[in-house]
């Protein structure tokens, strides 16, 4: 209840480990992201958590949420620059950007739908 009130206030589920509003629902979110690593495995988490915890849009990594967020941007200033989203692999001038782009070519059904979006925007071309 408390995660729902936070997304409904905040507009995510990303909440800090140290969340100084609530320092408990910090740890909690926090521990959840530790066991939803260990999905359905002894100490892991349970398929109804973790269900309940996908329908609200739980975020499991924060990181890696950050790190899509600045891929992305770059992604977009080269489409920006270039008119297209077509990176070659290996890219020479950016080769981390050029890794970036052909893995979320195929990951469409494990991104979100706004990152989905976001990138058929630009017209990027899925596998």
Same mark, same amino acid.
């Given at each position: 209840?408390?995660?729902?009130?936070?997304?409904?206030?905040?507009?995510?589920?990303?909440?800090?480990?140290?969340?100084?509003?609530?320092?408990?629902?910090?740890?909690?979110?926090?521990? &959840?992201?530790?066991?939803?690593?260990?999905?359905?495995?002894?100490?892991?988490?349970?398929?109804?958590?973790?269900?309940?915890? &996908?329908?609200?849009?739980?975020?499991?990594?924060?990181?890696?949420?950050?790190?899509?967020?600045?891929?992305?941007?770059?992604?977009?200033?080269?489409?920006?620059?270039?008119?297209?989203?077509?990176?070659?692999?290996?890219?020479?001038?950016?080769? &981390?950007?050029?890794?970036?782009?052909?893995? &979320?070519?195929?990951?469409?059904?494990?991104?979100?739908?706004?990152?989905?979006?976001?990138?058929?925007?630009?017209?990027?071309?899925?596998?």
């Amino acid at each position: 209840e408390k995660l729902v009130k936070f997304k409904q206030e905040h507009g995510d589920c990303v909440v800090p480990c140290n969340y100084e509003l609530d320092p408990k629902l910090g740890r909690w979110v926090d521990n &959840q992201r530790q066991r939803g690593s260990a999905l359905f495995e002894e100490g892991g988490m349970g398929k109804d958590r973790w269900e309940k915890l &996908q329908a609200i849009g739980f975020v499991w990594s924060v990181e890696r949420t950050k790190f899509w967020d600045t891929m992305f941007r770059r992604l977009k200033r080269f489409y920006d620059r270039e008119g297209h989203c077509n990176i070659p692999l290996p890219y020479k001038k950016d080769p &981390q950007l050029g890794r970036w782009v052909h893995n &979320q070519a195929g990951r469409k059904r494990h991104l979100s739908a706004q990152s989905v979006k976001e990138l058929d925007d630009m017209g990027f071309k899925w596998i």
